[in-house]
């Protein structure tokens, strides 16, 4: 019922941008171009060069500052369910950036990063999963065989990540993750992509990927929505990648 709620008031009431503060608009155009994919392209964690050990190649579609940062807050901490459309709009820009997505190429899994129960009792949502569902859509209609599959979960607690350095985010990570059980099952043969909002250390995706290798699957890239600006690699990284967007 809370969800229902919030998505029909963010239909119907007037708000302000949740980018930049405009009056009377959900998100302006400005800060919906923003998040369009344009500047898709791969990234390394900000802390780390290579980042840490088997993280796989990662893709963003929108630097993480300004209008980006305060539209992803406001989606993933206040509840603004409508802007999963447009951030989604930038990570199914990063999934195609990291190749793979044609009409003719195998089917596309997209498997967001869980949240902690705790963290989705307290929001009303799951963000990640959320975002993952629009680029999903958006993939689909530009003509990829493209699927959310939840494989997933946390198998004990962790502390917040906030604050935390690359190191300590590591160490509060390591094996708390695993695949959901038949999951492997569901992810059979088709090209498996990781995503989540947003990467600092990398520390997160590493994990996902290593859940998903002890299951016997694998990662063949990673996706977020937005990273820090001088995470980005020059050029964008792997410009003759398949687009599709």
Known sequence: MREWWRE???????????????ARVVLCGACRGALSGTGAGRVRPAERRAGPA???EVY???????????VVLAHKERGALPLAGPL????????????????????L???PVPSARRAVRARGHDPARRIALAASGRLRRAGAAARVAPLLRLRRAVADQAGLG???????????????????????GARIVLVDDVITT???????????RAAGLRAEAAAVVAAPAGSF?????????????
């Open 8 to 22: 029909l008031a963010g239909l119907v009431l007037p708000a302000d941008c949740a980018g930049c503060g405009a």
């Open 54 to 56: 088997g993280l796989p």
């Open 60 to 70: 963003a579609g929108a630097r993480y500052e300004d209008a980006v940062r305060a």
């Open 88 to 107: 989604g709009t930038a990570l199914a820009a990063a999934v195609a950036r990291a190749g793979g997505t044609g009409p003719r190429g195998p089917e």
């Open 109 to 111: 899994v997209l498997v």
């Open 166 to 188: 690359a190191r300590e985010r590591r160490e509060n990570l390591a094996g708390a993750l695993e695949v959901r059980p038949g999951g492997a099952a569901l992810a059979a």
């Open 202 to 212: 990398g520390a997160t995706l590493a994990e996902a990927a290593r859940a998903l």
């Open 233 to 245: 690699a020059p050029n964008g990284g792997n410009p003759d990648r398949a687009k599709i967007l």
